[in-house]
């Protein structure tokens, strides 16, 4: 079984630019999340989504950052415009039911210069 | 979310037994116990997660404490590829909050 799928893997990108980040969650896994790390930090829960319903995105700084899940699968985050401070590790997850382990992807480290 | 304690760093031989503390004195009920590892460049990994009764897994075993205020994760006999940085988690309703978790170093 493939596991979730992220990609890009490394994303170098200059200031002010925008930045997307693409997630394939394991089949049949209806809850997803975004978290993002920072180095030597835990992960940090940015948005979770119930099927294709985004329930709880109250960490997403919503003046920047964007996301989606079409049709409750695949999901995509967007970073217009990234600044310095968003360089980081980011990653998806997802899970089956409630109290369930989560299954993180390897992540995409950006680097904003 | 309940706030967990763990040690910054642990160090343990290779082929010997690790105990990984995790203090959770404000866990609630209906928290239940995760852990996760993370190893370099990787993102986090499911290990094992209990309610009450002490687990075993493939992976691992949890120890509980009776008044749930505690646990320990048991790797039975370490390898190099252990070398992780070990997260205690009480998940609570629908999300994971992690902490900054235990670096573990294992000595070949």
């Known amino acids: 079984e493939a596991g979730v799928v992220q990609s890009p893997r490394y994303k170098i990108i200059e200031k002010k630019q925008p930045v997307a980040f693409w997630c394939n969650p394991i089949?049949?896994?209806?809850?997803l999340y975004w978290y993002r790390q920072n180095l030597g930090q835990g992960p940090e829960l940015l948005i979770r989504?119930?099927?294709?319903?985004?329930?709880?995105d109250s960490q997403l700084p919503k003046d920047r950052f964007s996301a989606e899940r079409l049709k409750g699968v695949d999901s995509t985050l967007k970073i217009q415009p990234a600044e310095l401070g968003d360089s980081a590790v980011y990653l998806c997850?997802?899970?089956?039911?409630?109290?369930?382990?989560?299954?993180f992807g390897s992540g995409t480290r950006l680097t904003v210069v | 979310d309940a706030k967990t304690t763990q040690p910054n760093s642990m160090e343990s031989n290779e082929e010997e037994p690790v105990h990984l503390p995790c203090n959770h004195s404000?866990?609630?009920?209906?928290?239940?116990i995760h852990w996760y590892r993370q190893l370099p460049s990787q993102g986090p990994e499911y290990v094992i997660h209990?309610?009450?009764s002490n687990v075993n897994n493939r992976m691992a075993s949890l120890a509980i404490a009776e008044d749930r205020k505690s646990s320990t994760l048991i790797l039975h006999r370490a390898t190099l590829r252990d070398a992780a940085v070990y997260y205690c988690?009480?998940?609570?309703?629908?999300?994971?909050?992690f902490g900054t978790g235990t670096r573990l170093t294992i000595i070949p």
């Open positions: 989504y119930e099927n294709e319903e985004a329930v709880d």
């Open positions: 997850a997802s899970s089956q039911q409630d109290y369930y382990g989560y299954t």
């Open positions: 089949s049949g896994h209806n809850t």
């Open positions: 988690i009480l998940r609570g309703y629908e999300k994971l909050t």
């Open positions: 404000t866990i609630s009920g209906t928290d239940y």
């Open positions: 209990g309610l009450t």
